[in-house]
């Protein structure tokens, strides 16, 4: 079992760039793929992707490619989120999700952080 708590969250301009971290307990970090996800108010969670065991090679929704970049440091059991040119829009609570040796996608995810909030103001 693994727990995760996410920190970085806050009030950011648009245009703006914000670093989420999510760090996880235990030793077997290394074994789970880690996913961000999100949700804004009055909407379903919504994935922004996902990096493997090792951090070689990531996965990101289609909306969220160029501005969103998932990293890990399997050392300090760790996983980032660096966000750049945010938008209004980008506001939401961001989450990351763990999953023993799970594939790198979007689904079947079986730990949660509780989650940080974002939010872009114009």
């Known amino acids: 079992q693994v727990q995760l708590v996410e920190s970085g969250g806050g009030l950011v301009q648009a245009g703006g760039s914000l670093r989420l971290s999510c760090a996880a307990s235990?030793?077997?970090?290394?074994?789970?793929?880690m996913g961000w996800f999100r949700q804004a108010p009055g909407k379903e969670r919504e994935f922004v992707g996902a990096?493997?065991?090792?951090?070689?090679?990531?996965h990101y929704a289609d909306s969220m490619k160029g501005r969103f970049t998932i990293s890990r440091d399997n050392a300090k059991n760790t996983v980032y989120l660096q966000m750049n040119s945010l938008k209004p829009e980008d506001t939401a609570v961001y989450y990351c999700?763990?999953?023993?040796?799970?594939?790198?996608?979007?689904?079947?995810?079986?730990?949660w952080g509780q989650g940080t909030q974002v939010t872009v103001s114009i």
């Open positions: 999700a763990a999953d023993q040796f799970g594939a790198l996608s979007s689904y079947g995810y079986n730990y």
């Open positions: 235990g030793r077997t970090f290394s074994t789970y793929v």
């Open positions: 990096i493997s065991w090792s951090g070689g090679r990531t």
